[in-house]
């Protein structure tokens, strides 16, 4: 599971840098005012290393030490775009694209002990938690990285009246299912859907019926709603690549803390209810 998480990396660093070549929009979206394009491309060599060659190597050799040497590349990439971005104000896309792959592998090297059970009975503290926690998360994810690509890429071509209503109507449909989602952990699992405090119980209620991960699918409607909304593809493409990697790296760890947590249960569940298609 793991190693498919760093292929995955080493894939995606790969061609993040293939894209830069080739497209000259994408070139000047990642950059820092008043940095000059050498400075920027003397980090191709060292990224293809320490991250994209240590990546594969670690998906087929479980060394912790190589871990830790591939986050300690992301954590010094990270200051150095952060700096970056104070001094010149600007480049807020690569240092978002760098802290994201900070966090990535931090989620990757300390995977045991994100996966915590909720230590609260009290439904309200539960649901003021869960409360804060989407105001947090769609603050972040429907809002300040859509805003940070928008205006890293444009957006010259804004969509017709008719998209904007579609897209609103589509927010506002996902936005009520994932709320009934987190309602449905608050009031049957006694946790939170923060899988660092999470449900002492299986949900299986309430769109949990359906689908067994609403809140990814809602999520992923919700920032195509916004890439509609704006016409961007670049911000559809996001969207879209979230869900690939919950699917890819995150999923899958997911679902093996569950059987571990609930065993027999958790596996007749997902064997009767679909993961992305609802089965009515």
Not at 35 to 58: C, G, H
Not at 101 to 111: H, I
Not at 217 to 245: E, K, R
Request: hydrophobic residues 50%; proline residues 5%.
């Amino acid at each position: 599971m793991k190693g498919t998480a760093y292929l995955v990396q080493g894939a995606l660093v790969s061609l993040w840098w293939l894209g830069l070549a080739v497209s000259d929009v994408f070139y000047e979206a990642f950059q820092f005012p008043g940095i000059s394009k050498t400075a920027f491309n003397a980090f191709l060599i060292p990224d293809m290393l320490v991250i994209v060659v240590l990546s594969v190597l670690r998906a087929y050799k479980p060394r912790r030490e190589l871990e830790f040497i591939i986050l300690g590349g992301f954590a010094f990439g990270s200051l150095y775009c952060l700096n970056a971005s104070i001094l010149t104000l600007g480049g807020y896309l690569p240092t978002t694209l760098m802290l994201l792959g900070l966090c990535y592998n931090l989620f990757l090297v300390f995977q045991s002990e994100v996966f915590r059970e909720s230590k609260s009975a009290s439904r309200f503290q539960n649901g003021l938690k869960t409360f804060v926690q989407i105001i947090s998360i769609w603050s972040v994810t429907l809002v300040l990285f859509p805003w940070i690509i928008l205006e890293a890429f444009g957006h010259e071509h804004p969509s017709s009246f008719t998209h904007k209503i579609i897209a609103i109507l589509l927010f506002i449909l996902a936005s009520a299912f994932n709320l009934a989602s987190a309602h449905v952990f608050v009031k049957h699992g006694d946790g939170t859907p923060l899988p660092a405090d999470q449900t002492k119980r299986l949900v299986i209620a309430g769109p949990y019926k359906y689908v067994r991960n609403p809140m990814a699918l809602t999520g992923i409607v919700q920032g195509a709603a916004v890439a509609l909304y704006f016409a961007s593809l670049p911000v559809l493409a996001y969207a879209l690549l979230g869900g690939v990697l919950w699917h890819i790296v995150v999923r899958p760890l997911e679902e093996k803390n569950m059987v571990k947590r609930f065993g027999e249960e958790y596996e007749n569940y997902r064997e009767q209810v679909g993961l992305w298609v609802p089965k009515i």
